[in-house]
Each structure stands twice: as C-alpha cells, then as structure tokens.
C-alpha cells in the first residue's frame, strides 16, 4: 500500500475535503432536516384530528404507494437525465407541498375546511410528497456515487449517512419544541425555510449529465436491467431484504405518538425526544463509524446489529418509564445506525456508474416499503392487536427475518469489504 493510499484510508474527512460533496452534503442536511420536521409534525397533527393510531399509519400508506409505484421509472429517469436538474426540480415540487399544508394549518385553513377536509387534505399532499420522494431519495444517492472515486466511496457513504441522521434527530427534536411554542403553522414556516436554503447548496453543484451508454436505452429495458442486476448480487439482494423486512416489522416509530400521548404522557416535548431518540444514537454510532471504520466481518455484524434491533423494540414497546423507552430507542439507533452504513457502502461498491440511478431507486423503493409499509402495518396492527402488543410482535419478528437471513443467505453472512 504506498503512501497515498494510506493517508485516503487513514483520514476520516477526506470526503469533505472536495467542494462538491460538501455541497451535496448541506443541502440533504437542509432538505432532510425540513423533510423529517413535516413528517413528524404531520403524524402528530393528524393523531390530533383523529384520535386514532390507525390514521397514523395511513399516513405511510399515503406515501409508499406512489414512492413505491413509481421508483422504478424514477431510476430510469435519473440515469437518463441531467442529476442536479432533476433534483432541483423535485426540491421545488417538496416546498409547494409544505406550502399547502401550512394554508391548511393556518385560521383561514380551518375556519373554511372540517376536520375531515383537512385530513384529507394532508393525506393527498403526502401523496404527492411520495411521488416526489421516489426522485429525490435515489438522485441523493446518485449524486454521491457519481461525484465521488471509487477509493473515497466508503468514507463518503459514512459522511452520508451520518449527516442524514443528524439531520433527522434536529428535524424529529426540533419540531417538537416549535409544536409546543408556535403551533404547526410555525413549523411548516420553518420547513419551507430550511427546504429553500438545502435549494441554494444543491444548486451550486456541477450539472451531472447521464452516461452515454444508456440516453438511448428504452425505459422497460432499463429497468429490466436495473432488476437484474440487483436480483443477481446475492449480497446486495440479501442486504436490502434484511432492511425491507426488519423495518418493515420492526419500526415503532410510527406509534411513537401515542406511547407519548396516552402511554408515557410526556406531550409534545418528551414526543420529539422519543422520536429523536434512535437517531441520536445511529448518530453516535456512525460519528465512531467514521472514525474508526469497520474492517472485517461486516455481514456477520450487520445480521447481529439488526437482531439487537429487535430486541431494542421490545423492551421499548414493554418499557412504561420514559428514560428507559428513550434509552431503548436510542440503543435501537445504535444498532439500526451501524447496519445503514454498511448496508450503504454495499450498494455503493457494487453498482457500475451507469446503472446508479436505477439500483439507488430500487434501493430506495425496498426502504420505502420497510419504512411507509412498517407504519401502515403498525397502525394495523395496534388496531387488531393493541398497541403495545402489536409492537412486542413487530421486534420478534424481525429476530426471526434475522434467524432465517442467517441460515438462507450465508454469503451476506460471511462478506467483507
């Protein structure tokens, strides 16, 4: 290993050190951070108007069903298209969303509409917030892989992931303050604000032209390819369906509402910290991660950290004191944090350029369904199985996706890279 080499592995903000990542890098900070302030103010918003957690949970519905439908089109169009122009776009698209749900918080919103109207209201705008995801999420993801070397991807995908996280718990803590002090239409003020500075950052970005190779190829034969390619690499495959599955039973998020409503009682205050409280500790996590990366037996970590997972959600989900319910959310971020990353560099490392754009939206489209799905299948759940036991069945379910990911995949099990 000569010298250059060394000093790449050695130095853990090499990534930071090329202007455009930096770039890329604030704006998600921003978007994120706007988009993780919404999407907790609207679950809290709309477990006001109904008083139900299943109305929680057809909020992820709402979502994944465009993000879903659409993420394989939205692959294909990034890898055609101009990244930046079409992430600019999609940022744009995001800030007349919130724009419309801060008309339906204010007096004139619901002096003219019922409390059934403005839930409906809020439902089709996160609808239209899916469509948007479903080119966004991926393009962020693109653009790391496209504007990175190959030898500084691991790094980068930490820095990444780790800025994603920080963002989510200053979105998630954050908001719940500003609920408290100044209401939704506050909030979604601050939204719309952060959402336009993360443009400004994006936007100084270089443009990112497609690969020749692929303008011309027509969309079903880009997305065959796309699905191809990730059904054939056992290790990303088998990746991907661990997260699908393990969130998709596994998350409590969702139902964070009313174990602060109705379980714990600690209002909007103690709501943003539980809602913060796994990132915090996946933010812990990835700042170690990022130091100190890990060098071997990743597979074999990733499968432990996700069944650490489950157990995390079942203490929190049988927890009746705060501290220890923010203590298991946080370990659970901890464990959760640590298989992202290597999840990330996974599919970083072992997509071609030329086919980013595509592999990212399946990517996206698998965490789409573990997340938007998991908080339909929770709010169904709590309805069938009550709350708390509907989570306790959540975090068991994911130790046996664990157990049978094990047995079935052994070459996830034993990769390293």
Request: charged residues 15%; aromatic residues 12%.
């Amino acid at each position: 290993m000569d010298k250059a080499t060394q000093f790449i592995k050695n130095d853990p903000f090499i990534a930071l050190r090329i202007t455009e990542f930096r770039n890329l890098m604030l704006g998600r900070f921003l978007f994120i951070m706007g988009l993780r302030m919404m999407g907790t103010l609207v679950g809290w918003w709309i477990y006001e108007l109904t008083n139900d957690p299943f109305a929680i949970g057809l909020i992820g519905l709402a979502e994944v069903i465009p993000a879903v439908s659409l993420a394989l089109y939205a692959g294909h169009k990034i890898d055609v298209s101009e990244k930046r122009k079409l992430l600019l776009s999609g940022v744009v698209l995001y800030w007349i969303c919130a724009l419309g749900l801060l008309f339906l918080s204010t007096s004139i919103g619901s002096k003219n509409f019922s409390t059934l109207q403005i839930a409906i209201g809020i439902y089709f705008i996160i609808f239209c917030t899916g469509i948007i995801r479903s080119f966004t999420g991926p393009s962020f993801g693109t653009l790391v892989g496209t504007i990175m070397p190959k030898e500084l991807l691991q790094n980068a995908t930490t820095w990444s992931q780790g800025i994603w996280l920080t963002a989510s718990i200053l979105g998630h803590s954050i908001v719940g303050f500003i609920i408290a002090g100044f209401g939704h239409t506050g909030s979604l003020i601050v939204v719309l604000s952060l959402v336009t500075i993360g443009y400004f950052f994006i936007s100084k970005i270089k443009p990112q032209p497609p690969h020749a190779n692929i303008v011309d190829q027509k969309t079903m034969e880009s997305v065959k390819e796309g699905l191809r390619f990730v059904f054939r690499s056992k290790e990303l495959l088998g990746a991907l369906s661990l997260d699908l599955f393990a969130v998709l039973f596994g998350g409590a998020v969702a139902m964070i509402p009313v174990f602060a409503k109705d379980i714990l009682k600690v209002g909007p205050i103690g709501f943003g910290w539980l809602n913060a409280g796994a990132d915090i500790g996946a933010m812990l996590v990835i700042l170690i991660i990022t130091l100190f990366p890990a060098r071997k037996n990743q597979g074999k970590k990733l499968l432990l950290a996700v069944a650490g997972f489950g157990v995390c959600i079942i203490l929190f989900a049988l927890s009746k004191m705060f501290w220890l319910s923010f203590a298991a959310l946080v370990m659970s971020g901890v464990l959760d944090g640590f298989s992202m990353v290597v999840r990330g560099t996974i599919v970083q490392l072992k997509t071609p350029d030329h086919m980013r754009g595509r592999v990212m939206s399946v990517n996206s489209m698998f965490i789409n369904s573990s997340n938007e799905l998991g908080q339909f299948e929770s709010g169904l759940a709590a309805r069938a199985l009550g709350v708390i036991p509907s989570v306790v069945f959540g975090g068991t379910m994911t130790i046996l996706v664990v157990i049978a990911t094990w047995f079935k995949a052994p070459s996830l099990r034993k990769m390293e890279y």
